[in-house]
């Protein structure tokens, strides 16, 4: 694929959406984690809270990012089927971020001594550029059938 400006206005304008979807997401995080792992609600396990916090913002990233961030491509999904498949995709691929956010987030908190929640964000941050890198190139590639 040839990088021109058209290309690149549109890489860039999806990952604006992208981190947009991603900001939406960060505060449904915040707020299952703290339902979940802060002492004063359920206090479960940090990672156990965060796995589940980062599982219920991924769903609704992906609800957004297949409306909003890559509608261009989503419609190549025909059926039911095939979103599903999507979500499967960004599932697994993002699974790959959950990863990466629950280590960042468990070393910064217990080998570095951060605030639990300048820590999520932090989690978040190096989770984003793996999440749109993958999705972009795998998940609502153009040409998709």
């Not at 290309?7 to 947009?20: E, H, M, N, Q």
């Not at 095939?82 to 971020?97: A, K, Q």
């Not at 910064?108 to 890198?133: C, E, H, P, Q, R």
């Amino acid at each position: 694929m040839a990088i021109n400006n058209s290309s690149i206005r549109d890489v860039a304008g999806k990952l604006i959406r992208f981190c947009v979807v991603g900001g939406s997401g960060v505060f449904v995080d915040m707020a299952v984690l703290f339902l979940l792992a802060d002492p004063t609600t359920l206090a479960w396990p940090i990672l156990v809270g965060k796995a589940l916090a980062a599982e219920i913002a991924m769903v609704n990233n992906f609800v957004w990012n297949e409306v909003w961030t890559f509608r261009d491509r989503s419609g190549l999904a025909r059926s039911m089927r095939d979103r599903l498949m999507r979500l499967l995709r960004f599932n697994l691929i993002c699974s790959g971020g959950i990863v990466i956010a629950v280590v960042t987030l468990k070393t910064l908190v217990s080998t570095l001594a951060f605030n639990l929640y300048l820590a999520n964000l932090a989690a978040i941050a190096t989770a984003t550029a793996w999440n749109f890198g993958m999705n972009y190139a795998f998940n609502w590639r153009k040409g998709e059938r």
